[in-house]
């Protein structure tokens, strides 16, 4: 359409890079929230220590997960296509998420409604549940995007999801899963460690020089297993970047070490990966040296590496199909009309900013220590 100031193609781009940001917002903002609740049952030992950890992140976690919304609102109205075969392929996960999402405002609420320990030790192992599983869950779905899943699409644009959830627990997606795990947990315990009073502080500060360890090592390793063990995926037709919206006009097959194609044509893109082995060792050193503004530096640079090597890794993929490898979806070929993108980009121009200054002046009223004479000021103190 000749009045749309911005071509289809160019719409398109911004709006896979759109997604990245929304994705890498989450894992920051949020995922720090994820991190605590999984560190809760071993960095505190007490009630009093565990009240500390809980509303550390009680006051902010629920915006925080606006950035989960956003960029699930973003795939279904700028990708319904990957919103269709995504969500029902990956239908039983999502579920297991959401349901380990839920303990998290009902064990804030409920905990404290009894003073039993074995009702608080419930909610809290609740709270370890609904930051484990789902940190888990997305690194396993991220590692099995880049193994393919086993979707097929019919003449109608139909999605087909020939898969079952044990089956997206195969090795090298649980390794992914780890990765999430390790570096969701790193950045939970450098906040930890930032806000908490002793001997929280110092608890968290071990766990998450691990974790950041364990970030690297695993990070690597699952480096070495996509260039050496892994088939990728490579488009061998010429696609219509400003075409329609059609997936099964491409040829694509499959070749080992594919997915590294992309870092091999721009070097500048190894960036990326450097961060992701550079980021937690940077988090690890500065956490050993107690310098708690360069461990979160660290670990936020960490997961924006991170994330962005699997994004930069199957580019223009957004979903390969292991059973069908033409059905698989790109950025080409998978996304709303050229008017939607625009309009969705107008409102995002308007309202991202929006969420970032209310974010900013969230945190800036919430800074400080968290620590027992705080919450005993707090009549509002989970």
């Not at 989450?26 to 560190?39: M, R």
């Not at 779905?141 to 193994?147: I, P, Q, T, Y």
Request: charged content about 10%.
């Amino acid at each position: 359409m000749t009045n749309i100031p911005l071509d289809y193609e160019t719409l398109r781009l911004i709006w896979w890079l759109l997604l990245g940001v929304l994705l890498i917002g989450f894992a920051i903002a949020d995922g720090y929230d994820l991190g605590v609740g999984a560190l809760l049952p071993f960095a505190a030992k007490t009630d009093e220590e565990r009240r500390v950890m809980i509303n550390l992140i009680g006051p902010t976690w629920e915006g925080n997960q606006v950035w989960l919304v956003l960029g699930g609102g973003a795939i279904f109205a700028a990708w319904p296509a990957l919103y269709a075969a995504s969500f029902s392929g990956f239908y039983l996960a999502m579920i297991t998420i959401l349901l380990a999402l839920i303990l998290r405002p009902v064990g804030f609420k409920f905990r404290g409604k009894i003073r039993d320990p074995r009702w608080r030790s419930m909610w809290d192992w609740g709270l370890f549940i609904g930051g484990f599983v789902p940190a888990l869950i997305f690194g396993v779905a991220v590692g099995n995007v880049l193994l393919g899943v086993p979707f097929r699409l019919d003449q109608t644009m139909r999605a087909y999801y020939d898969g079952n959830f044990f089956g997206l627990l195969r090795p090298f997606p649980l390794v992914a899963g780890l990765i999430s795990v390790s570096m969701l947990v790193s950045h939970g315990g450098v906040v930890a460690a930032m806000r908490c009073a002793e001997p929280v502080a110092e608890r968290a500060r071990r766990y998450a020089m691990l974790a950041a360890l364990a970030t690297t090592v695993l990070f690597a390793v699952a480096g070495l297993w996509v260039a050496f063990g892994l088939d990728g995926y490579v488009v061998t037709s010429v696609q219509q970047t400003a075409g329609p919206s059609n997936p099964l006009t491409k040829t694509v097959v499959t070749e080992g070490g594919a997915w590294l194609h992309n870092f091999r044509a721009y070097p500048w893109m190894t960036i990326a990966p450097a961060l992701g082995v550079v980021g937690p060792l940077l988090a690890a050193l500065a956490l050993a040296a107690r310098r708690y503004w360069a461990a979160l530096a660290g670990s936020s640079l960490a997961i924006f590496g991170i994330i962005s090597t699997a994004g930069l890794s199957l580019f223009p993929f957004l979903l390969p199909s292991s059973i069908n490898p033409e059905a698989s979806l790109t950025v080409w070929d998978a996304s709303s009309s050229h008017l939607t993108l625009f309009i969705m980009l107008l409102a995002t121009v308007f309202f991202l900013p929006l969420i970032l200054a209310y974010t900013a002046w969230v945190y800036r009223v919430m800074r400080g220590p968290v620590n027992a004479t705080s919450i005993g000021r707090n009549p509002n103190a989970y």
